[in-house]
Structures are given as structure tokens and as C-alpha cells.
């Protein structure tokens, strides 16, 4: 290299530094405002989802790049969360342990700055934050392959929680083992979702003897794995990297495109954002045009659905229980309307919350 590329280099070297130093000034400047936000406020609620989804989106359209809008969005949602826990660190309860899917869009939500709290079920994550254990849960709720995931859109039937937001993951699973390669592998361990996700890679690529086991999560299959030198497992970057475990492929899904979207759920509503959705939970009596029945208010207000879901009932009060995400507030006047018109033709009828869409 010649003196004049290491003087260049040099130069912009300095001139990194003084904007480093730039940076760091209006962070803790900022950090200075969201401080004072939390003391006007006093004991009240310190995060505002609405509000996060707000600067993120500006901060997106007001980028110019080079960095991408993701980029910047992922860096101002940490220095969001290093704020935030300068009025109150907080706990976020999902499904563990440590090293799952579910952690890492916790993390990607509110950042690393927040506490995760590992649960052994979907079930315990609504629970902690029921009892006020924990302020948040998070909990996955479709797979772009395998669909619902049946036990968390149970358990919000009958939840006090309230949807205050959602984040989208996209999954990529690879296969971990203690060695560093494919002979002898007797077992392998990952969630029921993970292995039906990479059913064909296992196919193609394992010998059939190859027993596949379902575990409570990916994490803790690499957990077991990395115990027993028979065994491999299918998981994330995060539970290779806790369990120490040597990807011996990666990217396995079977699905490019493989992303699981999760719920974020809480004690309090969400005020508007400007781009949000609405979840509800809808009943209907077991005859005729019950489907019908439940859609066509929202359909003829001008309500627009990005997902119906049916389950059945567990109550024994009625058949059907409907569930529908709507690109909507609650308080949006078609909306109300829809709602009140829902109300007079269906058994039952729950507004899970309104929430900004996931934007990173």
C-alpha cells in the first residue's frame, strides 16, 4: 500500500473519529430528553409502543443511505431501548430457554437493553405477565409454513393481555452437533414445527434409520445435543453459539422464505400509531353462513382482513371460534362500526387490542 492510500485512509480514519465523537454527544443528549420524558411522567407507563413504531418509520423514510432502511431502523431501536431503561429496565417473558426464536424477537422488539425472562411453556409466558412477574410477552403466533400456532390463540380467548404489537422473524434453521461432521448421527432433536419446516432436507440428506424427536424447543434440543455426541439438532444462530455447536448445514428449511410472525403482549392498550391493526376473536352458532355471517360487516365497512383463522371451541358455549387481523384501529369510525354490527350476529365478540405493525 503507498503512502498515499495510508494518508487517505488516515484521513478518513480522523474524520470517523470526530463524527464517532459527534454521534455519541447526540446520543446521550437524546438519552438526556427520554430521561426527563420518564420523570414528567412519574410511575406511569414508560413504553409507548406507538410512539416506537413512529420514530422508526420516520427514521426510514427520512434515510438517504448508504446504510439501508432496516440498518437504521435496528440501530435507533437499541438506542430506544438503552433509553427506555434508563427509566425502567423491563422484563420480557417468552418462550425458552435461553437461545430460541421467540428470545430473538423479544430482542429484536425491544432491543437488548430490555431483561428476558425464559418460560418452559407458552402457557407460563402469559402467566408471568398476568401475575405482573414480567412487564411483556412474547409469543409466536404463525409460521409462514405451518401456520397458527393453536396454543397461544387459545390462551388469548380467555387472557386479560392485550396486543401492543407484533414482530416478524425470518427463521433460518441449520443442523448443530457437538463434531464437526454428518457420521453416526443416531437422533435428532428440534421443535415439532422446526422438523415438518426441514421434513425434506431430512429426507434427502439423513438416512432414513435416523430417529427424529420432538422437544419443547429448538434451544433446548441443541441443549440436549450438545450432551450427547449422537445426537444432532435444528436450531438458530443464538442456541449454536450458546451450546457451542458446530452448524454442520445451514439454511436446511424447506421454505425460502420461512418467517414466523409473534405477538407482543401487555397490561395496556396501544394508542394510534398511523399504520396499525386490530385483532379479534369472534364466535358464531353452528348453522348456515356462519362464516359469512362473521365477515361481511367488516367487508362492507371497508375493514381490510390480513388473516382468518378458525379454532375450535374449548368452552362448550359454542362451535366455531373465529380469529381475524385487520388493518384497522379500534377507534377508526368504520371500524366502530363493523364492530357494532359484528356484535349483533355473533355469540361472542373480543377485540384482542390494537397495535402498530411490525416494522422491522
Keep these: 500500500m503507498s503512502d498515499q492510500q495510508l494518508q487517505l485512509i488516515q484521513q478518513h480514519r480522523e474524520a470517523i473519529d470526530a463524527l464517532d465523537a459527534q454521534i455519541l454527544q447526540l446520543i446521550n443528549e437524546r438519552a438526556q430528553h427520554a430521561h426527563q420524558i420518564g420523570v414528567i411522567k412519574g410511575s406511569g407507563v414508560v413504553y409507548r409502543p406507538e410512539r416506537e413504531a413512529q420514530v422508526l418509520t420516520r427514521i426510514k423514510e427520512i434515510n438517504q443511505g448508504p446504510l439501508s432502511g432496516e440498518a437504521v431502523a435496528r440501530l435507533f431501536r437499541e438506542i430506544m431501548s438503552a433509553c427506555l431503561a434508563l427509566e425502567k429496565p423491563l422484563t420480557i417473558a417468552y418462550l425458552g430457554p435461553e437461545g430460541t426464536f421467540t428470545q430473538a424477537a423479544a430482542i429484536k422488539h425491544f432491543?437488548?437493553?430490555a431483561n428476558t425472562l425464559p418460560c418452559a411453556s407458552i402457557d407460563e409466558v402469559f402467566r408471568v405477565v398476568e401475575a405482573g412477574s414480567a412487564d411483556y410477552a412474547v409469543a409466536p403466533v404463525e409460521n409462514s409454513t405451518e401456520g397458527?400456532?393453536?396454543?397461544t390463540l387459545d390462551l388469548m380467548v380467555g387472557s386479560?393481555?392485550?396486543?401492543?404489537?407484533?414482530?416478524?422473524l425470518r427463521i433460518h434453521?441449520?443442523?448443530?452437533r457437538a463434531s464437526d461432521n454428518m457420521a453416526g448421527i443416531e437422533r435428532v432433536y428440534a421443535h415439532a414445527q422446526a422438523l415438518a419446516q426441514c421434513h425434506e432436507w431430512l429426507n434427502q440428506n439423513l438416512p432414513a434409520q435416523v430417529e427424529r424427536i420432538s422437544v419443547s424447543s429448538n434451544a433446548e434440543a441443541a441443549r440436549m445435543a450438545s450432551l450427547d455426541p449422537t445426537c444432532a439438532a435444528i436450531a438458530g444462530d443464538a442456541a449454536a453459539e450458546k451450546y457451542v455447536l458446530n452448524?454442520?448445514?445451514q439454511n436446511i428449511e424447506d421454505e425460502p422464505n420461512n418467517t414466523t410472525r409473534f405477538l407482543?403482549?401487555?397490561a395496556q392498550s396501544s394508542a394510534r400509531s398511523g399504520k396499525d391493526k386490530t385483532s379479534l376473536v369472534i364466535s358464531a352458532p353452528n348453522r348456515a353462513g356462519a362464516l359469512h355471517a362473521v365477515a361481511e360487516p367488516l367487508a362492507r365497512n371497508g375493514v381490510s382482513m390480513t388473516k382468518f383463522e378458525s379454532r375450535p371451541s374449548r368452552t362448550g358455549l359454542w362451535e366455531y371460534v373465529f380469529f381475524a387481523d385487520v388493518e384497522a384501529y379500534i377507534d377508526d369510525e368504520n371500524m366502530q362500526t363493523a364492530l357494532a354490527e359484528l356484535q349483533q350476529v355473533a355469540a361472542f365478540v373480543k377485540v384482542l387490542g390494537s397495535y402498530p405493525q411490525a416494522v422491522i
Excluded: T, Y
Design 160 to 168: 386479560s393481555l392485550k396486543i401492543c404489537g407484533e414482530v416478524v
Design 173 to 176: 434453521h441449520h443442523l448443530l
Design 264 to 266: 407482543v403482549l401487555g
Design 148 to 151: 397458527a400456532v393453536g396454543r
Design 247 to 249: 452448524k454442520l448445514a
Design 111 to 113: 432491543g437488548h437493553a
